[in-house]
């Protein structure tokens, strides 16, 4: 069973700037799709961001296409999703999420392909 371990999030202003963390037990180089959902109170859990670890292919929502980016840092086996030009609408409890995954196309965006899930972190954006 592959484990995450997301951190990071926080606090920020409305504009400002913040990087999650996640780190699986598996290696971010294999044949897995790595994501980020978020939820709030009100509504489902959504797709943020993916990233396809063979070929480091990224997909992101489209409310959050060119605000956010997906790095990764081999030597610590450690994805970031580092989020620009927050707002208040992106107050969440983010998860980093795994799935295998063997396909030419871009990672799934639905949560129900994806079966290891970290414990969330909180980001509140203020205006």
């Known amino acids: 069973q592959v484990q995450l371990v997301d951190s990071g999030g926080g606090s920020v202003q409305t504009g400002g700037s913040l990087s999650l963390a996640c780190e699986p037990t598996?290696?971010?180089?294999?044949?897995?799709?790595f994501g980020w959902f978020r939820q709030t109170p009100t509504k489902e859990r959504e797709g943020v961001g993916f990233?396809?670890?063979?070929?480091?292919?990224?997909n992101f929502a489209d409310s959050v296409q060119g605000r956010f980016a997906i790095s990764q840092d081999r030597s610590s086996n450690t994805l970031y999703l580092q989020m620009s030009r927050l707002r208040p609408e992106d107050t969440a409890v983010y998860y980093c999420?795994?799935?295998?995954?063997?396909?030419?196309?871009?990672?799934?965006?639905?949560?129900?392909?994806?079966?290891?899930w970290g414990k969330g972190t909180l980001v509140t954006i203020s205006s």
């Open positions: 999420a795994a799935g295998y995954y063997s396909g030419a196309d871009s990672c799934p965006t639905s949560a129900n392909y994806y079966y290891s």
């Open positions: 598996i290696d971010i180089g294999s044949s897995y799709c």
């Open positions: 990233i396809y670890g063979l070929s480091s292919r990224t």
